[in-house]
C-alpha cells in the first residue's frame, strides 16, 4: 500500500523539526550562525537512518532525489521543471513545478507514481 499524504506530511515536518532544533542546539553551543559539531553524534546518524528507511521503503529513486532536494538545497527557485513532449495539439514546453512546501512536493511525486512511489 502507498504512503498516504497525512504519513508523508508527518513524516517531512517532524524531520524538519528535528533539524531545525538541532541547528539551533549546535548554534547556541558553538556561538556560530551554521551548525558544526552536532552532525557528529551518534544519535543524529540514528535519525538518519531513519530517514534512509522511511525513503527507501516507500518511494523509487527518482522520488528519493526530489524529496532530499526539496529537504536540503537552498535556492530562491525550490522547484522541479519537467518537459512535456510535443503532440498533435500541443507544442512541447517546459512545466514547471514548484516544491517549497511538502503540499506542493507531494503534488508533484503523484505527477507520475509508478516513477516516484513504491507499493503503488
Not at 22 to 47: H, K, Q
Not at 52 to 71: A, C, K, P, Q, S
Not at 88 to 115: A, G, V
Amino acid at each position: 500500500m502507498m504512503i498516504t499524504k497525512e504519513e508523508f506530511t508527518k513524516f517531512i515536518e517532524s524531520y524538519q523539526e528535528f533539524q531545525n532544533e538541532i541547528d539551533n542546539l549546535d548554534m547556541a553551543l558553538t556561538g556560530r550562525n551554521y551548525p558544526s559539531i552536532l552532525f557528529e553524534c551518534g544519535w543524529y546518524d540514528a535519525v538518519g537512518k531513519m530517514l534512509d528507511v522511511f525513503l527507501d521503503t516507500n518511494f523509487m529513486d527518482h522520488g528519493i532525489d526530489w524529496i532530499t532536494y526539496f529537504l536540503w538545497e537552498d535556492t530562491d527557485d525550490k522547484a522541479a521543471y519537467v518537459k512535456q513532449d510535443k503532440d498533435m495539439f500541443n507544442e512541447e514546453k517546459e512545466i514547471r513545478y514548484p516544491l517549497t512546501t511538502i503540499d506542493e512536493l507531494w503534488d508533484f511525486l503523484l505527477t507520475d507514481k509508478n516513477l516516484y512511489f513504491k507499493n503503488v
